[in-house]
Structures are given as C-alpha cells and as structure tokens.
C-alpha cells in the first residue's frame, strides 16, 4: 500500500500557486506575500529622542555632579510631529518628547526625571532654564536614523505568512498597498444518507454532520476560501450533482469526506472515475487509510475518510500542505517537533498519528495518549494537544523515546 510520504507527493505535484493580486495592508494579515520587500527608507527614519526630556550638547555636562550642578538656557520646545529650525550653542537645551526630531547641536537628551523640571502634566509651558547632576553620555535617549533597518535591506521574503507585527512594520514603511497571492478556493462536501445539518432535529439512525464544521474551519484556518457545497445522499446521482456544482465553481481543489471505503453505498470512487480518475484510494496509515486522490473534470479532489478524526488527520497530513503550496507559502504552518513518549506505546505498523496530550516535565515536553484511540472519537481529539507521527513498521516504541508531533 502507498506509504504517506509518496502519497503527499503525488497530491502536491499536481498543484502550483495562485495568481497574484494587490490588496490593502489592513487586509493582509494572513496572507501570503507574493514579493519581496527591501526598505525604501531608513528606521527610524530621523534621529529622535527616546525619552520625554531635554536635548542638550553632552560636551556641556561634563563637569555636572551634585556638588555642582549645571544649569542650561532652554531656547526650544520640540514636539513630536515638528520640524526642529534651532541649532543648540554652547550652554543651551530644547525640551523635546519622545520621538521628537533631535535639533542641529545637540547630542543627547537627559530624561525630563533627571532634572529639576517638575512641571510634567499636559499643557505645561517650557521652562527658562533646567538644571541637573550629571554627566550625560553622547548618544543617550537619541534613536539614530537608520540604526534599526537601513534603507535598501531586505525585510521580508516573497512567500512569506504576514502576521500582525509584519503589518506594523511595512506601514513604517509606507506600503499601503501589498502583492499577495490569491487565496485558494476549496470546494466542501459531505456524503452519507445519515447525515442531518448541525440544526435539524435528530431522527432514529441519523447523526449530526460533523465533518463539514470542522474541515470547514481547519480550511479557514490555513487562509483558504471554503465554498460549502453541502451534503450528498448515498447515490450516483446526488455525489454527482454537488461535484458538478464544484466544476461551476472553479474552484482549485474539491475536498470531500467519506464514502470512499468499500462499503456497498460508497458511491464517491465510481463517481469520480466516471468523470476523471483516480490516481489512488487507500494510504498505509492510521486512522485515515481509505483516502483518495484524482481529479474529476480536470479539478483535483482529495476524498478525506469520513470518520470525524480520520477526516481531521487526513487534513493535516495531505490537505494542509496542499493549501500552503497553492498559496505560495515557503514555510510549514504546523512544523513538527520532537516530544519523549511518557508511556510506551503499541502500533499496528502503519504511519499512525496518535492523539496526545502535551505536559512540561523538567523542561521536557512529554506526551501521554488520550484514551481511546478509535477513529470516531472525536473527543479524544478534542482533549489532545498534538498528534504524535508513529513511523511506519515500528509497532512498539518504549517509554522515553522520542517521537516527532504535530502540535494542535
Ligand atoms: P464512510 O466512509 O461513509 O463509511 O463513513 C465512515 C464513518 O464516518 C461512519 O460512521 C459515518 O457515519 C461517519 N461519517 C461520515 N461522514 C461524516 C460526517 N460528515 N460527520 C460525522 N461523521 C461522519
Ligand atoms: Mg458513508
């Protein structure tokens, strides 16, 4: 049977990115940038002061001390938001806020706490003269132009996951507008005549729709677009009508869960293969081992299982990485980590992902199962913070070892 890894590989070889498209930088917290950004200007873009206090020429401090304290001639008041025309001389300070230009002549800014001006609440006029004790070094309290990202450097690579602070710092940049790639289209549905939505009201032998919730969001979760097609009845005809109504779509990939078993209404394979093909239709894995991949109509589909946690692996391990191609993003969303097994731990040899929950022990993150591992126990995924990845042909792995996860 097809091993997970070439599985993956022959999902994602059929897959290129999006197009591209310019939208505004508000809306591009968890997109995709599609450039590479270089600073058109320095950071900070002028010498300004760090603190609400006095600039002065530090040469002048340098005999202040408590026995003799220095008095200067304040001769400016400088906001933050002007435009500094004074030139400081010998013997003279400016009182100046907090990300304030500094002016011409002056080398450091003593904080306004250090100094005999008492006078701190809002509205209060400059005063004549300040004094202070100490000596003030060149350079203090001034953030020089430049010092924090230079002009011309490179600050963020074209496949980069633009995350809030990122945002921040291309609007100190002055890029208001941003190439990004287009976020991907995905096509749900769910099949089984025993499905009801989440708010009709129960009847004997039907089960609420999980999946579609929850696939649902883990597509939203990875910066996708969910087209929601809705649920299928076990036959030809209604698989049929929502697969068409995909293709009307035109969307980039039709993720559909159960119905690809071997069971005698699992009518999702034959459906496909009438319009398409399919290049396979079990992976040697655990949960999640009916799972199919082709195309129909030319669009590509991935038949997730429909045991709700099956469905949810069978995301992670072959769709996610899937979305992260086609939206051009260069690095994992959910990269794996190392955790030591706190119990040992049986497999049947297949590639398993096992429900874990994560504790720090001495500084090691160590994973315990949660409970039952039965592949419609949703809740055993709920209470998990990681699934851990049990190799192919290892069937047991003992206490301590270290196993890779995938971090919830
Ligand atoms: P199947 O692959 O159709 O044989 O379904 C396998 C199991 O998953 C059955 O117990 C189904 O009832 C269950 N199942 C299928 N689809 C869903 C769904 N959308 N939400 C919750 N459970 C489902
Ligand atoms: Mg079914």
């Known amino acids: 049977m097809l091993s997970v890894t070439e599985a993956r590989e ?3 070889s059929v897959f290129q990115t999006t197009a591209s ?34 600039a002065i020429r530090s040469v002048d401090s340098s005999n202040a001390a408590p026995a003799s304290p220095l008095t200067l001639s304040v001769v400016a008041d400088i906001p933050a938001g002007s435009a500094p025309t004074v030139t400081l001389g010998q013997g003279q300070a400016a009182r100046i806020m907090t990300g304030a230009q500094i002016p011409a002549g002056a ?4 904080p ?20 202070f004790t100490r000596i003030v070094k060149t350079g203090e309290n001034i953030r020089l132009r430049g010092t924090d990202l230079p002009a011309g450097n490179m600050v963020l690579k074209k496949g980069h996951f633009l995350k809030p602070q990122d945002l921040g710092l291309l609007a100190m940049l002055g890029i208001a507008n941003i190439q990004v790639y287009k976020k991907p289209r995905i096509a749900l549905l769910s099949t089984g005549d ?3 939505k989440v708010d009709e009201p129960l009847t004997a032998g039907k089960i609420h729709d999980s999946n579609s919730y929850a696939l649902a969001a883990l597509i939203e979760s990875a910066n996708a677009e969910v087209i929601y097609l809705g649920i299928a009845n076990d036959t030809r005809e209604s698989v049929k009508s929502l697969l068409q109504k995909a293709i ?25 293969e009438s319009n398409g093909s399919l290049n396979f239709w079990r992976v040697n894995m655990r949960p999640g081992k009916p799972l199919a991949f082709g195309e129909y109509n030319g669009k590509p589909f991935i038949g997730l299982p429909g045991n709700p946690v099956s469905a949810f692996v069978g995301f992670e391990v072959f769709v996610r990485p899937v979305l992260e191609k086609l939206s051009g993003r260069s690095d994992r969303s959910k990269p794996t980590v190392k955790v030591r097994c706190g119990e040992e731990i049986e497999s049947d040899g297949r590639e398993s992902y096992l429900r874990a929950k994560i504790r720090n022990e001495n500084g090691i993150h ?28 290892v069937k047991c792995v003992p206490v301590g070892q270290e196993v890779d996860a995938i971090l919830l």
């Open 10 to 12: 022959r999902i994602l």
């Open 112 to 131: 306004v706490e250090h100094t005999d001006f008492n006078e701190r609440s809002a509205g209060q006029p400059a005063p004549q003269q300040v004094t």
């Open 248 to 272: 009307a779509e035109n969307v980039d990939l039709i993720v559909s869960s159960a119905g690809v078993s071997v069971g005698a209404f699992d009518f999702v394979k034959e459906v496909i």
């Open 366 to 393: 160590t994973a315990t199962l949660t409970g039952n591992q039965g592949s419609g126990n949703l809740l055993s995924l709920v209470q998990a913070d990681a699934l851990l990845i049990i190799p192919a042909g």
């Open 107 to 110: 080398d450091a800014v003593i």
């Open 194 to 196: 025993e499905l009801l």
């Open 21 to 54: 498209e310019t939208i505004s930088l508000i809306e591009s917290s968890g997109r995709i940038l599609a450039v590479d950004i270089a600073a058109a200007n320095d950071l900070p873009l002028f010498n300004n002061s760090a603190m609400d206090g006095f």
